[in-house]
């Protein structure tokens, strides 16, 4: 869970300033044996997305919702957003590398594609990537939501 709130203090100036809430629902005992560095950078990368995506949008409910929990031996953190989701002729191709859906001045398209294969190549878990409609505080939303799983077993 330090992990997970890093990427959110390195952004939480621009998050304030953007009338975005953050919403963590982090169990509290989630521990991983793993590349924390990697699993860091490749939340950055995420978070920022997510910030960026927020930032533009016209809605007045702006939300990122974190959530970590155990899941037999694996841990699983979910980050999703209000921010309409990812339309179905992109979806498939935002984790390759140089695909961005901002002008060539605000990206790479290099972002999701190394949290890809952080998660993936580094540490041995799965990223995967939806449109979610979902209820909060009774208000129905669309949005992105990562979904990350990540072995919690000590290597011996």
């Known amino acids: 869970n330090d992990i997970v709130e890093k990427p959110l203090a ?3 100036a621009m998050i304030k300033n953007h009338n975005i809430t953050v919403v963590k629902n982090l169990d509290e005992d989630v521990s991983i044996y793993n590349l924390s560095y990697g699993l860091l950078q490749a939340l950055v990368n995420i978070i920022h997305n997510t910030k960026d995506v927020l930032r533009h949008s016209d809605s007045k409910d702006k939300f990122i919702f974190v959530s ?5 031996n694996a841990i699983e953190l979910t980050i999703t957003d209000t921010g309409g989701g990812i339309s179905e002729d992109i979806i498939g191709k935002i984790f390759e590398p ?18 890809h294969n952080i998660i993936k190549q580094n ?9 979610k409609k979902f209820k909060y505080n ?3 939303y669309i949005g992105a939501s990562f979904t990350i799983v990540l072995d919690r077993t000590e290597k011996k």
């Open 123 to 131: 540490m041995n878990g799965m990223i995967v990537a939806t449109t």
């Open 68 to 72: 970590t929990a155990n899941k037999d």
């Open 98 to 115: 140089y695909f961005t859906t901002k002008q060539k001045t605000h990206g790479t398209g290099l972002g999701l594609h190394m949290a």
């Open 10 to 12: 390195i952004n939480d």
């Open 138 to 140: 009774d208000e129905d």
